[in-house]
Every structure is written in C-alpha cells, then in structure tokens.
C-alpha cells in the first residue's frame, strides 16, 4: 500500500514523455550531470551487515590493542623465552606434553605471588604471551588461535583468573600510582603498563572461554560452565566481577585514576556481562520459557529471524529516479524547453516538491533528495544472483498486538458513543453495542498481547497492597539478579561514568578543557614526530573512541534488556537514571553528523591488527596505504554501536509520554531522517520506530511532506490496533504533566527496590504487637542519666500535679 500515491500509474506515464521529449542536448547535460545528482546515493548500497553479539573472533581480539602497543608483543615473547629456558629444556612449547604445559603454568602462577613488582610483571607478561597463543612457534592464524584456546584453558584450570583479579584489586587500591598520575600534566601508555597487562589476560581469557566451539573437549565444556557461575557470582570480594569493573569506570570519571585504561576495561566488562547474563539469542530463550511459566500464550513471532529476513527500504537511485530529479528542476528553472500543453494534465505541482528540496538541510549535511522522500516510480529491477535473494513473506512482517488499555479505551468510548454510560475495567459487557463494535472487539481480543512486564507490575502491587497476606516472593537468583544487586547501591553513579565516557568518545563532541581524558591508553611516551607517525596516530586515536563506543553501547542494550526481562522496575531504576543524565540528548547529538561518514570510515590499520601482525612479515606502511584504508564496505563496529544506541532509545522512550515529547523537544525528526540515509533493514526499523512514536506531535503539515517516511513505517514496523499514530487523535496528545509522570513512576520503583532490597526497611505499623499487661510492664527500660536525677522533679509535674479520673481510666 503507498500511503502517499496519487495515480502511480500516471506518474510513470508523465515521466515516459517528458524523457522523451527533451533535446539530444539536455539529454547529454543530463548524463553529464548524473554523477552529480546521484552522488548522496552511490555511497549508499544496501550493506550486506549480520548484526549479532559481536563481530568475528579475530576483529574482537585485535580491537583490544591500540596500534601504538605494538611493540609489546615482542617484549612478551622475550619474557616467556626467558622464564622457559630457565626451567624447561631448549624444546618449543608446541613440543611438550601436557604434563610440562600444566607444571610450567604453575611455576609461573607462583611468580605472580612475589614482592617484587618488577619481577611480577615480567611474569605477566609470560603469561600473557601464553594467552596470545605463543605466536612465535606459529605459522598461521588459524595455529594461534588454537594455541590460544588451549593455553587460556590451561591457565584458568591451574587457578590464573583468582590470581590475576586479586593483583588488579591491588592495582586498583594503588594510591601511589594514582596520586602520580593526578599530578602528572600529560599521561601516557607508560602509566598504565601493569594495569594493562593484567587486564589483557583477563580479556583474552573471558573472550576465548565465551566462543563456544563444537570441537571442543567435554572438560573444556564443564570448565566453560563453571568459569562462566563463578564470574557472575559475588565470588570477588563479595561482588560479581562485572560490579568491581563498574567501580573502575567511576573511579577513572571522577578524576582520582586517570591512568586506567578505560577501552580496556570497558571491553572486558562488556565481555563480562555479555558471557555471565547471555546475549540476544539467549534472552529470546529466556522470554519463551518466562512465558510458559507465567502461563502466557507464545510469542507471534521470533523477533531475531523477521528482523533478519527484512530488506532495506528503498534501493540506490535507478535511472528513472534521477530523470525525474532532474525533470524537477526542468520544470523550475527551464520550462521553456518542454511543450506546456502536453504537461498540463500532469504537471501540477506537488506541495512537497519545495519541502522535500529543502527539508532538514541543516548542520552542514548536504543538500541531497532524501530516497524514502522521493515520489517513486516503478524502478527496473536490479540484478542479483538468485542465491542473494531475501525471501520475505508476503504481507506485513509484524503480527500486530494489543493492550488491554486498548481494548478498555476503545469499549469506554463505544459505551459513551452509543449507550451514555461507562463500565470502568469491564472489557466483556457488549450489550447495547452495534454489531460492528462486537466484531471489532473480538478482533482486538484476538490480537491482545499480555506482556511480562504487566504480569510483574501487577504482582508487585498485590505485594504492597497486602505485604503480610502475601507472601514472601520468590526470587530467583539468576546471573542478572545477582549483578543488580551488586550495582543498585551505586547505580546512578555508573550511568553518568559510562555516559561521560560516551560523551567524550563521540565523534560529534567538541575538545573541552573539563571533559575527561580518555586516551591515556593509546598515547605514546613520546609523541610522533614525522607525518607517517601523525597519521598512524590519527587512525588509532579514532579506532580507540569508535571501540569505546561500540563497548558502551553494547553494555546499556545489554542491561535494559537483561534487567527487564528480569523485573520491569530494575528496567525502569535504570532507564530513568539514563534518562535524568541526559541520555536521549546525547544519543541524537551522537546522530547528528554525517551518519554514512562514520558508517563507513577507515580507522583500521588491517596489517597492524593482532593476530595477522604476529605471523606475517609487516609490509612498509605508507602515507598512501594508511590514507586507503582496508576494501570493507562499512565499517562493522561503527554500525553496530549506531543500531545499539537506538535501540536504546527506542527502550528508553517506549510507552513514555513525557520522554516522547523530549524527541519532540530536541527536534530529532530531522536527525533520524538523515539516519534513513543508510541502507540497513535493522537500522532503519528503529529510525522509523523512534519517527512513528512522534508523528502526531510533528504537525500535519510534516506528515503530508513525508508521505514517504509515512508509507515506510506502515510497511516495516509492527501495528497496534486502535493507534492513530498517523493522524494526532490519541488522547495522549493532549497537554500532559511530564514531571507526574516520571514522578509516579519514580516511587513505584522505590517502593519495589525499598521492599525486595532494603532489609532495614521495616514498616513499624507491620511490626508485631505485644497486647500481654505483664509482659509489657516486666520489660526493662534504660532510662537517660538526666532523668534519673530528676525524677522527683517529672513524678511532681506529670504526676502529683495533675487530676486524674479514676473512673474514667477504669472504664
């Protein structure tokens, strides 16, 4: 259905006949000007992009080094070496058997228990070349990631990972270091060395034992399950490891370490949780198997695979797109040189032609015709090889869904149309209701969607409506139940680090003098002094930030979604605090660049990246080969960090008026149709959610100019019956108090986390009373030392002094 079509077929006809009359000389200015016109959309093919939960094993391992660590490969493989000869004989470590393997390990695992930092370093160091696999005796990267997956098996089965999270918290607690690094004017890759080493280990260990391998042995697989209890458990200082990585994160914010290495440490608690809680394969399996419990009927659909089996919404500009681009322009500037008479049943002048010119041209993005915004006609197919064709069902892809507010809404105000009266939450009673009014509420009942999120909203009320009838609540102590706990004390404080991080990392944000440093790990000591040098250094500093983004993204999508499967109030505490440090208006100013830009930038060096730099001979590198950068066509991590962060905004608005209006406010219309631009189906599918949610507020005049963004979120995102989304009739579009509701909100979520968490918390009028006259009065009470001296004096005054009615008291 095309929304904004007026006569299609009629469009195509008027386009054959202007082609055909323009002169052989405008129709060379035209193909001499095609480049030009096309130039927004030759950079934008449909990205051949699989989103999942990370990208491929080697890109993730070689995104843990900055380029400018590059030396220190070849230092650890020095320090093995040595810590080898000295105990083993002159074999290669591919040589020994697993008996050697296993006592060399624990030789060095004792090394790490020594006084001397000096010596404890040049043991970790050994311990981290084991855990990149021992490149040196490989002769592929197939070799050393299959050394690697053995070695990091081998260090955590001797007891490596306790070791190692015992000498970071040391590290942590290291005042010396911090207070050195506060005073420093400029902090470099040498203050961090021992910091770095540790967590390196610890990344490569987490990420390794993760990859789940089908050739793996069954040991392997028990040690993988074991590893994976133990890291989301409060076996580290009474607290999931994730909860002392948080606690890094703000200790680096709020200036006391500016040393720590925050990339790294972001990855490993990215790592982490993504390992511990599961990533989103697992949370659909944790949804199915919550519904059946709550005796909920299955979802419409796997969300994972219609996403995945979605095209992207309108193809590269065909030939017919750019005649009728510059027939626009014929018709405005030159109408002399088509025959008025032969246009005049067609050439009316659409409304939306001067908006559509015009429209959100701002911040310096250029002035191109935007694909979905164009009147489109009937393009001639574009070739694909049968095996790249997508077969996607017929209809649309969303089963739609209703709410029982819907249903409650649409019978108050059929009963008020048509009878005069209200039943209030009776959602049964049709009687006096037309015919069509019962057909239309058996298909809205039909389609009635309950979600997880009601059921707890609901149970938590009955809980405090009735907390002595009740009962005690069952709770389940997951992974994810375990790590809010660890982190609800300190919440807010982890929400404004990883946003402040963000901030600073953002290709959009400005150099301020107090925003935080966040390149203390990928500076060098001395800084580069020929031009090869400067660029080799431009790359690594925005390949660092572009990382960092990619880490913080993917460790917020990861909790909303974790904590709201777990309980809708874990979701909503942390939503909120999100959204009070100014989360959405970070997101859409992340956005508003050149979005295709950061897409597909180049901020890798392909031959510096582990492990292809340890095992290939390096070629010279150039101004030129630094300048080409790698043949991808996108850059993988810059557009997975784009879906998670709107993801996340999509969460974070979702069903909230007041946060609704705030996309309204910072007029991100404009913003996110600029991200359009793209042509990912999953990307665009949460652009035009976050459009669909504030189509009613934008004016009718923004919906008639964008008929075709209209027409693209009627055919990609799911339908809720009863939403006049299109149209501005909802109810919700009237003034609203926006601080009530959050307000509102605010308490349900302390009196859920003051029930279940606060064990202090005790409501004296619960309390049980002792109604018992002897029991009461056999108590010994401490009365103050000042009372006891002047008790003479209050049995005088509150006593003696005062009449008292017997009969009164008795009766």
């Known amino acids: 259905m095309d929304v904004g079509g007026n006569g299609g077929g009629l469009a195509v006809n008027n386009k054959q006949r202007t082609t055909g009359m323009l002169p052989n000389k405008s129709r060379g200015e035209f193909v001499r000007n095609q480049r030009k016109d096309s130039e927004g959309f030759s950079e934008c093919p449909d990205l051949e992009f699989a989103y999942s939960d990370t990208d491929k094993w080697t890109a993730e391992l070689s995104e843990l080094y900055s380029y400018t660590e590059g030396p220190e490969f070849s230092l650890n493989r020095k320090c093995f070496e040595e810590e080898f000869r000295t105990h083993v004989s002159d074999k290669k470590w591919t040589e020994l058997d697993a008996a050697q393997h296993r006592a060399h390990a624990m030789r060095l695992l004792d090394g790490l228990e020594v006084i001397a930092r000096e010596r404890r370093l040049k043991v970790a160091r050994a311990i981290l070349y084991m855990a990149q696999g021992t490149f040196a005796e490989c002769t592929s990267e197939a070799e050393v990631q299959h050394w690697m997956r053995y070695n990091v098996f081998l260090l955590l089965d001797v007891g490596t990972f306790t070791a190692l999270v015992e000498l970071l ?325 982890y929400m404004i680090a990883l946003l402040k991080i963000l901030l600073a990392a953002a290709p959009t944000s400005k150099a301020k003098t107090d925003s935080i440093n966040i390149l203390a790990d990928v500076l060098p000591e001395e800084m580069p002094t020929t031009v090869l040098q400067s660029m080799k250094l431009g790359v690594d500093v925005n390949r660092h930030k572009e990382i960092i983004v990619k880490a913080i993204s993917a460790i917020l999508l990861l909790l909303l979604k974790h904590f709201k499967l777990n309980h809708i109030y874990q979701f909503e505490y942390m939503a909120q605090h999100l959204v009070f440090a100014n989360c959405i208006p970070l997101i859409l100013k992340f956005f508003n660049q050149n979005i295709m830009s950061y897409i597909t930038a180049k901020n890798s060096i392909s031959v510096l990246d582990f492990p292809y730099c340890v095992v290939h001979e390096l070629p010279e590198l150039t101004a030129e080969s630094l300048e080409a950068g790698d043949n991808n066509q996108f850059c993988w991590r810059n557009l997975f960090s784009c879906i998670n962060l709107l993801r996340i905004l999509n969460k974070l608005t979702k069903w909230k008026h007041s946060r609704t209006m705030m996309l309204v406010v910072f007029k991100s219309a404009p913003i996110l149709k600029r991200a359009l631009k793209v042509k990912q189906a999953m990307m665009q599918l949460y652009v035009l959610k976050l459009l669909k949610v504030q189509t009613k507020y934008l004016g009718r005049q923004w919906r008639k100019s964008n008929m075709k963004t209209m027409s693209a979120i009627y055919q990609k995102v799911r339908h809720r019956l009863n939403d006049d989304w299109a149209y501005g009739n909802d109810l919700d579009a009237r003034p609203w108090d926006f601080q009530a509701e959050e307000c509102a909100l605010r308490a349900n979520i302390e009196r859920f986390n003051s029930r279940r968490y606060d064990q202090n918390q005790t409501n004296p009028d619960f309390l049980p009373v002792d109604n018992c006259l002897q029991s009461v009065l056999g108590q010994r009470v401490d009365l103050p030392e000042d009372f006891q001296m002047n008790y003479d004096l209050w049995l005088e005054r509150e006593v003696f002094s005062k009449p008292i009615s017997w009969e009164e008291l008795l009766q």
């Not at 610890?202 to 089908?214: A, R």
């Not at 392997?220 to 580290?236: I, V």
């Not at 002595?468 to 982190?487: F, K, N, R």
Request: negative net charge; aromatic residues 6%.
């Open 169 to 493: 918290n040391m590290e942590i607690d290291n005042s010396a270091a911090c207070s050195s690094a506060v005073r420093k004017p400029a902090i470099s890759l040498a203050d961090s060395t021992d910091l770095r080493v540790l967590l390196n280990i610890m990344y490569l260990m987490v990420e390794t034992i993760q990859q789940d391998d089908p050739a793996d042995r069954p040991e392997w697989r028990s040690t993988r399950e074991t590893f994976k209890a133990e890291l989301g458990s409060p076996l580290y200082n009474n607290e999931p490891m994730s909860v002392m990585l948080f606690g890094m994160v703000t200790k680096f914010c709020s200036g006391h370490a500016p040393h720590f290495p925050m990339k790294k440490v972001l990855l490993l608690l990215w790592k982490s949780i993504l390992f511990t809680l599961g990533g989103f394969e697992q949370l659909q399996g944790i949804k199915v198997r919550k519904r059946q419990e709550l005796g909920l009927p299955p979802l419409p659909e796997d969300s994972i695979r219609v996403v995945r089996s979605m095209r992207a919404a309108s193809p590269p500009a065909s030939a017919s797109d750019l005649i009728e681009q510059q027939q626009k322009r014929a018709r405005r500037e030159h109408k002399s040189l088509i025959k008025q008479d032969n246009l005049d049943a067609f050439n009316e002048k659409d409304p939306r032609e001067d908006e559509d010119d015009n429209d959100d041209n701002d911040n310096s993005i250029e002035a191109e015709p935007f694909p979905l915004e164009r009147d489109e006609v009937m393009p001639p197919p574009i070739p694909h090889p049968p095996s790249e064709r997508v077969s996607f069902p017929k209809g649309l892809p969303w089963a739609p869904k209703v709410r029982e507010k819907d249903i409650e809404n649409f019978l108050e105000s059929s009963r008020s149309k048509f009878i005069g009266y209200t039943l209030g939450n009776d959602t049964d009673t049709v009687v006096g209701l037309p015919r069509p009014i019962h057909e239309s509420i058996k298909t809205l009942k039909q389609h009635k969607y309950v979600s997880i999120a009601e059921i707890q909203i609901s149970k938590e009320d009955e809980y405090q409506k009735t907390p002595l009838s009740g009962g005690e609540e069952d709770v389940e102590m997951c992974a994810t139940e375990l790590l809010y706990q660890g982190i609800l004390p300190s919440l807010p404080q």
